[in-house]
């Protein structure tokens, strides 16, 4: 393994290994800096315990090399991880990926308890095309589960680690018994049938029934006891899934042909989060001939006239998907634990259709009960319908929207909650709040400003949640945004709402990358990934401790991803901080979040211009005139055969200054001196000797001259 500055671990000669992020059965995962692109990617490392048997470690490798190829197949899909190249090192496959900063939905569950309802369905939704795009290209992933699924700051949601995953041609896997994770695994698949699509669906049944509970759906106290519940037992009765209920019935159904299908899964999901459902053609989506969506009763939604069936609309009408159909029922009662019917089983030429139990959606009580309203869920998707209200004035941080219909001062309804605040946490912000009386949970909503909505804002719901604080992760980045926090009193009272209330307008940054400092001939150039939408950075220069020379703090501005600090003094070292202007309010506090670097200035050596060889009976004798402050490495090689190049080097013309690491292995190393003088005992001949000045990790090139002994 090489050593990087610093003592790092460098890979392949270009990665720079920078932390540890995670370890499986497979090895350790690493964040590293990739020195030739100059950005940060993640690493896969193949580690052996000891003991392994030749026969696994082959295994391994073969799963590592495995996992690179199918998910290079999916290379431009946004929910799974992007593998970028696979490199060898002591024999052993690393693999290259993007890096995506995040958590596992695991961790988060885990740290901080079950998801809204919303969040869940959007993750389905993402992970089900992920799953659908791999199965498109002949690739089953085999180990869906909460740990495989990460969740990024940025919002975005990416299904990763293919490593036991099967395609089209592959080989037998040659280790014995079923690879996977027996908590998340198909019936079938414990009971050794091939892997499939379908397994796939289970897993992410078992997978979204965690985020959403908080425990998988077969938990048991032994393993054994596990194991039957997955191939005999229906889950653990849901407490807190709601509309998610059916869906989730349907995914972890037992047998496979009656597996909810993963297009109307994926519509159904797209019903709770208020996205948009993709439609292929008017036959596979359930769409009439006009084009419009024939009436589908979504999970959570109103039967009858009320619904989105309309008067007209003909109940339990077909959501086509994967060859597959699901009838939505609106009259399931609204219980917790909605009644599962028995498929009618189609003759050959038709798409089976199955029932879907949904539970009713509430209503509300009082006044609006009598005029025949719905009430809203507890976890409303943003109203695409909201766009036909009148135009409201758009509403500002400490000026709440106008919500008709529900009014803070009706008796039934909570207060508004009070004393709204916002942090910002490694480029997300989480949103607290003081709890209001009466309310039995919060909705909140991200607002931002848009003068082309006719309401002049765009709003995006969070969901709804039972505590006093919501962490935003999928805020954009550089865009002005505030909170909005509504109070919902109980369901058994009407789920009467308060007035929203606005927290403070907040403007979470991009973050500066690839930050480094090099010298060039005095100065310190500062360069970093050049951010197109933020072309401004603020740069703040102090002393670092270890310097021994001591000044202010200054500030300057960089543009273009680069910056040339000329005001230096020799031997002092430097720390620069660095981070993307927002205006007034970035020139005199410094944010939480900054990119940093040191560097210290070296002075530039003198290039050596006089060297001078002789031959004596006791070698080749080299001097030169001495460089203050720095050592003179010469380096020999044979003489070009060349036309015109008799007389260079091999590291180019004098006075050029070049990377001390590139010269390694470039040429025969006759020594170094501080003195002037050095003696060649080496082979005779025609010999081209380059001397090279070399302060620290700064090396200037001199005057190369050929010398033929004789």
């Known amino acids: 393994m090489a050593v990087g500055p610093g003592g790092a671990r460098l890979v392949a000669g270009r990665y720079r290994l920078v932390a540890r992020l995670g370890a499986g059965a497979m090895g350790t995962v690493w964040r590293a800096f990739d020195q030739v692109l100059e950005t940060e990617v993640a690493l896969k490392e193949i580690e052996f315990a ?137 019936p079938e698949r414990l009971n050794n049938a091939p892997a499939n699509f379908e397994a796939d669906l289970f897993s992410l049944g078992g997978t979204l029934y965690f985020a959403v509970e908080g425990r998988p759906p077969f938990e048991r106290e032994s393993f054994g006891a596990m194991l039957t519940s997955v191939l005999l037992h229906p889950p653990t009765p849901m407490r807190l899934a709601g509309p998610l209920t059916g869906i989730l019935t349907g995914l972890l159904e037992k047998e496979p042909q009656r597996r909810l299908p993963a297009g109307a899964a994926r519509s159904m999901l797209a019903d709770l989060t208020g996205a948009d459902r993709p439609v292929e053609t008017s036959e596979r989506a359930g769409l009439g001939e006009t084009g419009s969506r024939t009436g589908t009763t979504a999970p959570g939604a109103p039967s009858g006239a009320d619904g989105p069936l309309g008067a007209s609309g003909p109940p339990g009408a077909v959501v086509r998907a994967d060859g597959l159909g699901w009838r939505a029922r609106a009259d399931g009662g609204g219980g917790p634990e909605p009644r599962r019917q028995t498929p009618t089983l189609p003759d050959p030429d038709a798409p089976t259709t199955f029932a879907v139990p949904v539970p009713a959606r509430p209503r509300q009580a009082g006044p609006a009960a009598a005029a025949g309203t719905p009430a809203e869920p507890s976890n409303p998707p943003a109203q695409p319908a909201q766009a036909a209200q009148p135009a409201q004035p758009a509403a500002q941080p400490g000026q709440p929207a106008a919500q008709p219909g529900r009014s803070g001062g009706d008796a039934a309804a909570p207060p508004p909650p009070a004393e709204v605040t916002v942090a910002e946490q490694d480029g997300a912000l989480l949103v607290s709040w003081a709890p209001a009386p009466g309310a039995e949970t919060y909705r909140v909503v991200r607002v931002t400003a848009d003068p082309t909505s006719a309401a002049g804002r765009r709003e995006r719901s969070l969901g709804s949640t039972a505590a006093t604080q919501l962490f935003d992760a999928g805020v954009p980045k550089g865009v002005r945004v505030w909170h909005e926090i509504v109070a919902v009193g109980p369901r058994a009272a009407g789920a009467a709402r308060s007035a929203p209330a606005p927290g403070p307008a907040r403007t979470v940054l991009p973050p500066v990358t690839a930050l480094r400092a090099d010298m060039a001939d005095d100065a310190v150039v500062l360069s970093w990934r050049p951010l197109p939408s933020h072309d401004e950075v603020v740069i703040e220069r102090t002393h670092d401790e270890t310097s021994s020379v001591r000044g202010a703090m200054r500030r300057y501005r960089g543009f273009k991803g680069g910056f040339v600090d000329s005001d230096v003094q020799p031997g002092a070292v430097y720390r620069y901080r660095v981070w993307v202007a927002a205006g007034e309010e970035s020139d005199g506090l410094r944010p939480d979040s900054y990119a940093e670097v040191t560097a210290k200035v070296i002075a530039r050596p003198r290039a050596v211009v006089d060297l001078e060889v002789r031959d004596t009976l006791g070698g080749t004798v080299l001097r030169w005139t001495t460089v203050p402050g720095s050592v003179v490495r010469v380096y020999a090689t044979e003489a070009p055969q060349q036309a015109g190049l008799a007389g260079t080097g091999p590291f180019g013309p004098a006075d050029r200054e070049v990377g001390l690491d590139s010269l390694q292995g470039r040429a025969r190393i006759v020594g170094e001196s501080r003195r002037g003088r050095l003696v060649d005992r080496g082979v005779g001949g025609t010999v081209v000797y380059t001397p090279v000045s070399i302060v620290e990790n700064r090396a200037v090139i001199g005057e190369a001259i050929t010398h033929t002994s004789a």
């Not at 003991?51 to 470690?57: H, L, N, T, Y």
């Not at 290379?75 to 890096?99: G, S």
């Not at 095309?129 to 975005?156: E, F, Q, W, Y």
């Open 50 to 186: 000891g003991g392994v048997p030749s026969a696994e470690r082959a295994e391994r490798v073969e799963r590592a090399m495995r996992e690179a190829r199918h998910a290079a197949k999916l290379r431009a899909h946004p929910h799974v991880v992007t593998i970028l190249d696979v490199v060898l090192e002591n024999d052993l496959p690393w693999i290259v990926m993007e890096l995506v900063p995040s958590r596992s939905l695991f961790e988060v569950v885990r740290d901080t308890g079950p998801l809204p309802v919303s969040d869940v369905a959007q993750i389905g939704i993402a992970v089900i095309d992920a799953l659908v795009a791999a199965r498109d290209r002949g690739i089953v992933h085999r180990d869906v589960k909460p740990s495989n699924i990460l969740l990024g700051t940025d919002g975005r949601v990416v299904l990763t680690d293919f490593g036991i995953a099967t395609g089209d041609g592959d080989p037998t896997l040659t280790v014995t018994g079923v690879l996977g994770t027996p908590l998340y695994m198909a």
